[in-house]
């Protein structure tokens, strides 16, 4: 008795997996930017019937989606804003045919979410919309098939756009990545960690086999299963930690050293990543060879178009570019007793080519990706048939 009571009070917990404190923040002053930008440019929160500008409650559920779960399909600047729209417009004509409150409420809401699922566009606060028209029958009837365009449109647009640039600056996709879209070398081969083998047609068919393509869409699945695999294949690398086959002769260079010196040393040692250190060994960074190509790159451009930092750079000398100003300070790092398995994930994105090993604020190895493929080479092969 006592297990199943325990079962059955778990399903009213919560769902939700723990989220790290910034991301809330994150969600939590995305809405407060879009519903102030929107509530002081078109609209107002003071209902004006003649002009339609206006807020409504459900733009505070639009809010949700698209600052919170901005990669949710129920969230997509199509399902927003065809969605509310389209509710309101339901809403609007039937308004104009039902007198009793409660069929008319119940009829809104319930074709609004028909014709949203019909449209592809099911946004949860269309429903919200298509019932705030049919409590209010003296305003729409005055208002008309305008209260869909505006105040709903106009004010659904307003988030959506806000939202488009709030991503941008907080490192977030919106609208979601499709599952076509060129990688982020400009190719059109799928991430490393995505190549699946499965074609976005079979991929759909999952999900709509499962009932889920209303809650997830197809880029999504694709990271999810990428993610489990990898995660699976992590499980079988046994008991192997980053000491047992990170590189421990590191060759180093210090923040000062100029974008010439860590050229050499990348040519004379054919390596595609350069710690950055000081004093006792102490880790400040690494320098990737890309850094080092978009740098020069980034130079020759200004040098070529006769403006900008890299001319000053470049001709008067007088600040030298440093390792300092290309390394990267915020990527992965491990420790000695680091599992292999961990290591794995770390590296698969593409984006980082090794990971430093610590010990405190001390550079102590680094895994390449060389080491990792040449570990689990091995492992594979004295593994028993």
């Not at 003649?50 to 990669?71: E, K, M, N, R």
């Amino acid at each position: 008795m006592i297990l199943p009571a325990k079962r059955a009070l778990r399903a009213f917990g919560p769902a939700i997996p723990p989220v790290n404190p910034a991301e809330a923040i994150r969600a939590g002053l995305g809405a407060l930017i879009g519903l102030a930008v929107a509530g002081l440019t078109l609209l107002s929160p003071a209902v004006d019937l003649q002009l339609g500008l206006y807020l409504i409650a459900p733009f505070g559920a639009t809010a949700v989606l698209v600052f919170a779960v901005p990669s949710s399909p129920l969230a997509q600047p199509w399902s927003a804003v065809v969605g509310n729209t389209v509710s309101a417009v339901v809403a609007v004509a039937i308004c104009a045919l039902v007198d009793e409150p409660g069929l008319r409420v119940a009829l809104a809401v319930g074709l609004a979410i028909t014709v949203m699922i019909l449209l592809r566009a099911l946004h949860p606060p269309g429903g919200a919309v298509a019932m705030t028209a049919a409590l209010a029958p003296d305003a729409i009837e005055r208002l008309g098939f305008w209260f869909a365009l505006s105040p709903v449109a106009v004010g659904t647009l307003l988030l959506v756009a806000v939202s488009v640039v709030y991503a941008r600056l907080t490192g977030r996709r919106y609208p979601q990545r499709q599952f076509d879209e060129p990688n982020t070398h400009g190719t059109s081969d799928a991430p490393p960690p995505e190549r699946l083998g499965l074609s976005e047609a079979e991929l759909t068919g999952i999900l709509t086999q499962y009932r889920q393509s209303l809650n997830l869409g197809v880029e999504d699945l694709a990271r999810l299963i990428a993610a489990a695999e990898i995660q699976a294949a992590s499980h079988r690398t046994g008991p192997l930690v980053a000491a047992d086959i990170m590189s421990r002769d590191l060759v180093t260079v210090g923040p000062e050293a100029g974008l010439g010196q860590v050229a050499d040393q990348f040519r004379q040692h054919g390596f595609t990543s350069l710690p950055v250190v000081e004093g006792n060994d102490r880790f400040l960074g690494v320098i990737f060879q890309l850094h080092l190509i978009r740098r020069a790159h980034r130079d020759a451009f200004g040098l070529q178009r006769g403006f900008g930092t890299a001319l000053d750079r470049l001709l008067r000398r007088d600040t030298p570019v440093q390792a300092r100003d290309i390394m990267a300070t915020n990527g992965p790092h491990a420790t000695p007793e680091t599992p292999v398995a961990a290591l794995l994930p770390m590296m698969a994105e593409g984006s980082t080519d090794a990971v430093p090993v610590l010990d405190g604020a001390r550079i102590v190895g680094i895994v390449t990706r060389t080491d990792l493929i040449s570990a689990l080479a091995r492992q594979s092969l004295n593994q028993p048939e």
